[in-house]
């Protein structure tokens, strides 16, 4: 039995680890101002017909810390960067001078920082959700177990474990959108 719950506490870290996964990658993707190539992860390019991310038809550099280069491989795409830019609701204006785009990243204003910090929390939220739904699969499957037989003592102190996991990778979402916020809000 004690396999069973070992298997069931793995799981659960699994997902509550791929929750965190997600969020830091959601949180990349919002920009504090700063130019970072990262900003660029959720551009999807008309290439040839597919829909390919940014990183995969071009180099993006930072020249400085607010602007960003893109080189495309080929310059016959450069248009379609534009365009997917322009619609990625990031609120860039690209700038093709024939050879490379060039985005420059404008500062934020204090409003929009606090739109930011917003969207930030709302993501470490949809983290927190995702990692109560793992425990309570967890719970469940542990529930089951004692009705196949597992005694309630080895129940409940797989239950206690499981919420120490819970408490820990909550605490992970909380220092990271900690984290974000104070470089959004970092002028």
């Known amino acids: 039995m004690t396999e ?9 870290k699994e997902q509550m680890e791929a ?4 969020l830091e990658k959601e949180l990349r993707s919002i920009r504090a101002g700063k130019a970072n190539p990262s900003m660029l992860d959720s551009i999807m390019v008309d290439y040839y017909g597919s829909s390919t991310p940014l990183s995969q038809v071009a180099n993006v550099n930072t020249p ?7 080189q495309p ?3 016959s795409i450069l248009e379609e960067i534009e365009k997917a830019i322009i619609n990625s609701n990031l609120g860039l204006n690209p700038q093709n001078n024939g050879e490379m785009i ?20 709302a993501e470490g ?9 793992s425990r309570k699969e967890a719970l469940d499957s542990i529930k089951q177990l004692e009705k196949d037989g597992l005694s309630e003592d080895m129940a409940k102190t797989a239950e206690s474990s499981i919420q120490g996991i819970v408490n820990s ?19």
């Open 73 to 75: 491989w080929e310059k």
């Open 19 to 22: 929750s965190i996964v997600h």
């Open 102 to 121: 060039i985005l420059s990243i404008p500062a934020l204003t204090e409003e929009r920082r606090i739109d930011l910090t917003k969207k930030a929390r």
């Open 4 to 12: 069973e719950i070992n298997i069931i506490v793995d799981m659960a």
């Open 125 to 133: 939220e949809t983290a927190k959700i995702s990692i109560r739904n």
């Open 169 to 187: 990778y909550s605490e992970k979402v909380e220092k990271t959108v900690e984290a974000k916020e104070k470089d959004i809000m970092t002028v």
């Open 64 to 70: 400085d810390g607010r602007t960003l280069s893109i």
